[in-house]
Each structure stands twice: as C-alpha cells, then as structure tokens.
C-alpha cells in the first residue's frame, strides 16, 4: 500500500529508537499504522506551528504596545482585509489537516479483496475467532489464573509483565497478507484493537463491522477490548501471532485435523469420567471468574456448592446454562459436549455429590 503521509514523516518514524514507544504511539506493523502515525506528526506540527504564531502575536502585542509604554488603543469597528484573512487562513489549515486525513480513513475502510476473512465474536469475556475459508475457530481467553490475579492470600506469585496479555491461544494469521476482520457480539458492545495495527472496530449484537490489516513483520502483538464490556472488561486480552505463510499454512491444516478429531458423533454416550475431565476444563474457562474456582460464588454470582439449581433437577440446572437468568448470561456459544460436560462436574465437583450426568443429546433436544 502507498504511504498517504508526508515521506519525511514516515521516515522520521521509521527511524525512532525503541524507547521512543514509551511516549508515542506503538511501532508500527502495517502500512496503515504508519501512516496514522505519521498523520499524527504531521497535525501536531500544524498546532504547534498555530500555538507559536499566535502566542508569539498575542505576547508580542500585549509587550511592545502595553500602555505603560504611552501606547493608546486604538478604536476601529470594520476591517474587510482582517475579516478575509481569519476566514481565509483557518479553510486553509483545515484543508491541510483534512486531506491527509481522509485518505488514511478512506484506506482504513477500504476492505475489499482480502486474502483471509476472520469473524471476531467478543463475548463477557473473552473472544470467539471463525477462520471463514478455513472452517477452524476457537476460542482466545485470558492465560493467566483468576488465583494469581486476585491474590486474596497475598502470598509472593512470579507473574510475567504481560500477565493481563496472555491468551491461551492466540489469534494466527499470515505475513504480508490482507486480513479482513468481521465484529459482532454475543451480548453487549465490545471492541477488537491492536495499536501496533491501527486497528479498532467495535463489535456489536447482532451488527456485523469489518477493518482490515497487512502485519509486514512476523512476531507477537497485543491488544485489549477498548470498549468498557463489563466487570471483567479488563481480562480479554486481544493476543495476534504474525507468522511466515508457509507456518500458517502448517497451523491451519493442524487445527482442521485437531477439530476434526475432536468433533464428536451427536449420539455418542460419555462416560462419567470424560463429562467430569471436560467440565472441569469448561468451568475453569468460562464459569470460574464469577462463581470461582472452589464454587463459592462471588458478589452477585451464587455459590453453587449445595445450591439448589445445581443439586435440584438437572433440566432447570441445563435450562439456567442455556438460558440465563438475572445477571447469569446465557451461554449459547457453548457446544452440547461442553454444556453436557460442564453441568455433569458442576453436579459432582465443588462440594456437590449428586451422582447424575447429562448427555450431549438431551442438550440437543433442549436446544430445540
């Protein structure tokens, strides 16, 4: 893509020292980020240029011609050639501001012909990623335990200086090649962003937004929902692995097989002890922040140790999963398997000893 700010500009930024992202914006990755730095460069150099001109007027004029100096004011009421020239100069400085500006926009919607299509889900509170030409997704969470965060004990934990930006597994994509990002929601509005890209689009229920990307360097680079989401706004980590094309095309033939594998006949019978493995996993993913690890519950989240709901009936504890109630969400972003798995550790872990199981099936008939 062609540069749309000024060259020197760019290459100003291009020549910045590392530490220079401590007060600027993040390195730039993609042609777009910088231009959008350069952008920036350029209008502080237009406001600083106005700041000195008319402080420098301004002071210059209270100094020289104050009245101690045996200065009078002088008193006029119309002045064709000044009213032109304070109409004339701003429609100036707007024009230069203005143009740069809308061509890096116009840049950043342009969308079209992309070489990989990826639907982002964010939902309370992680984010859900759909390989549309490649029919992979998963789901990208937070890394690091709720324990080490929270630290109620307040014993000694080495935490990494990322430890808010791990994800258990990030979003991969190509080098050099155009992504195309679609955003949407499950519940409320949240916001997909990652400053080394220049990107940020809010993802919205039931509306579909789209941006783009070309990452010119492999590597590692974060972000986070920048759209206040919730109580747990601050733990969905946006985590993108830039990769050679030859490891990608190795990464996403890998999860086909992995997926492909792990995608189950609808009327298969689990036995107790894989609903258990698999629930315990689905509850630590999706459940433990709320209700916590040990199901004691948290704030207005229930304990579900010897609740009623997790010991009553198991058709009302699979009901409240799918449907949600109060400040419980729904989770229809779950799959039967994990719905299944999660309600059977729920009823016989946490202090509960029901001794029941639910199967996928009977989620897929409540599902209807």
């Not at 500006?101 to 950043?108: F, G, I």
């Not at 993802?203 to 989401?229: H, K, M, N, S």
């Not at 229930?302 to 449907?323: D, N, Q």
């Amino acid at each position: 893509m062609k540069h749309t700010g000024p060259g020197w500009m760019i290459a100003l930024l291009a020549s910045m020292p590392a530490h220079a992202a401590e007060w600027t914006f993040q390195p730039p990755v993609t042609a777009i980020a910088r231009d959008v730095g350069a952008l920036h460069a350029w209008i502080m150099w237009i406001i600083l240029a106005i700041f000195v001109l008319v402080f420098g007027v301004m002071f210059y004029a209270i100094l020289r011609h104050r009245r101690s100096l045996g200065h009078e004011a002088r008193h006029f009421h119309e002045n064709t050639t000044v009213e032109i020239l304070w109409t004339l100069i701003p429609l100036l400085i707007l024009i230069g501001m203005a143009w740069p500006v809308a061509k890096v926009v116009l840049a950043q919607k342009d969308t079209r012909n992309p070489g990989l299509t990826i639907k982002v889900t964010g939902q309370q509170w992680l984010w859900q990623y759909d390989y549309l030409d490649h029919r992979v997704g998963f789901k990208s969470r937070l890394a690091t335990p709720r324990t080490q965060i929270n630290n109620y004990d307040g014993l000694p934990i080495q935490r990494s200086p990322r430890y808010l930006l791990e994800v258990d597994e990030p979003l991969v994509v190509p080098v050099d090649t155009k992504v195309r990002i679609l955003t949407t929601s499950n519940d409320v509005i949240h916001s997909w962003g990652v400053p080394a890209f220049a990107v940020k689009q809010d993802a919205i229920p039931g509306y579909i937004r789209d941006t783009w990307f070309t990452a010119t360097q492999t590597g590692t680079f974060r972000g986070q929902c920048v759209e206040l989401c919730g109580r747990d706004h601050a733990f969905m980590p946006v985590v993108v692995k830039v990769v050679s094309k030859d490891e990608f095309s190795r990464w996403i033939t890998q999860k086909q097989a992995e997926q492909q594998k792990v995608a189950s006949d609808p009327n298969r019978v689990w036995t107790r002890a894989e609903l258990m493995q698999h629930g315990e996993k689905v509850y630590k993913d999706n459940c433990a922040s709320c209700h916590q690890e040990n199901g004691k519950g948290l704030g207005p989240f229930p304990a579900l140790t010897g609740s009623k709901i997790a010991t009553g009936p198991i058709t009302g504890h699979l009901a409240i999963v799918l449907k949600g109630k109060n400040a419980m969400p729904a989770w229809p972003s779950l799959s039967n398997e994990d719905i299944a798995a999660v309600v059977t550790y729920e009823r016989n872990a946490l202090g509960n000893k029901v001794g029941d199981e639910l199967q996928p099936k009977a989620v897929a008939a409540a599902r209807q």
